[in-house]
C-alpha cells in the first residue's frame, strides 16, 4: 500500500471517529435536556403556574417557524402557531423556564438552519430550502425520539404525563382551538429533505452563540454544558 493511500486511510478512519464522537455527544446533550424536567417531576416539583407566550415572529408563515414548531414539542412546552393581522407567532405554553430555554432555542435555530443551508451549495432555491428546514426538522425529532427509547418505564410516563398536562393548559387558554397545516400546499425537494433529514439528526442546541443573543442563555443550558 502507498503512502498515499496510507494517509487517506488514517484521514477517513480520523474522520469517522470524529463523526461518530459528535454523534454521541449531540445524543449525549439532547439526554440531559429531557432528564432535567424530568428530574424535577421526581422531586415533587408540579407545575402550579404554567405561563404562555410568544417564542418566535414572523410577518408570514413559512417553513422555518413550522420546524420551530416541530422542535419545541421536545422541550417540555406546547407549541402553537397563531395567526394574527400583521405576524405570524409561535407562541409556547409551559414552566416559564422551559419557555424561557424555548425563545432561546428559537434563536439559536434561526441562525443555525441559516449557517447549516449555506453549508449546501449544491441546493439551489426556494423549494429546496424549504424542504431542508423540514428535513431539519425530521432529524432531530428521529434522533429525540431515539433517546427517549432508551429511558425506563417511569420516565417515558413521566414525559407523556408532561404532555398530557401541558395539552390540558393550553387548551383552557384557547378554548376554541383549530389546528391548520401550513406546509400542506408546499412543493418538496426530496434530495434536500434528505439532507436535511441527515443534519437535523446530528443537530444539538447548544450556547455557543452566547455573545450573539439577544436572549442569554437560561441557566438550564449553562448547567447542562458547564
Keep these: 500500500r502507498s503512502r498515499r493511500q496510507r494517509q487517506m486511510c488514517i484521514r477517513d478512519s480520523s474522520e469517522s471517529d470524529n463523526e461518530h464522537e459528535s ?22 416539583h408540579e407545575q402550579k403556574s404554567v405561563f404562555v407566550d410568544s417564542v418566535y415572529s414572523t410577518k408570514r408563515a413559512n417553513s422555518k417557524i413550522d420546524a420551530f414548531y416541530q422542535v419545541l414539542k421536545h422541550f417540555m412546552v406546547r407549541p402553537l402557531i397563531v395567526y394574527r393581522a400583521n405576524s405570524v407567532d409561535l407562541e409556547a405554553t409551559g414552566s416559564k423556564e422551559n419557555i424561557e430555554l424555548a425563545k432561546y432555542i428559537c434563536e439559536f435555530l434561526d441562525r443555525e438552519f441559516e449557517r447549516l443551508w449555506s453549508l449546501k451549495t449544491s441546493l439551489k432555491g426556494l ?7 423540514a428535513g431539519l426538522a425530521i432529524g432531530y425529532t428521529q434522533q ?6 432508551e429511558f425506563d418505564k417511569k420516565e417515558q410516563n413521566a414525559l407523556i404525563r ?14 376554541r382551538l383549530k389546528f391548520i397545516n401550513t406546509a400542506s400546499g408546499r412543493q418538496t425537494d426530496h434530495n434536500a429533505l434528505h439532507s436535511g433529514k441527515e443534519m437535523g439528526r446530528q443537530l444539538t442546541i447548544n450556547p455557543a452563540i452566547k455573545s450573539q443573543s439577544k436572549n442569554k442563555p437560561p441557566m438550564l443550558l449553562d448547567k447542562l454544558w458547564n
Design 162 to 175: 408532561i404532555d398530557q398536562d401541558l395539552q390540558k393548559a393550553q387548551n383552557r387558554i384557547h378554548k
Design 127 to 133: 423549494r429546496a430550502k424549504n424542504s431542508f428546514f
Design 23 to 44: 454523534a454521541l455527544a449531540t445524543k449525549k446533550a439532547n439526554q440531559l435536556l429531557l432528564k432535567h424536567n424530568l428530574k424535577n417531576l421526581e422531586l415533587g
Design 144 to 149: 429525540m425520539e431515539e433517546n427517549k427509547q
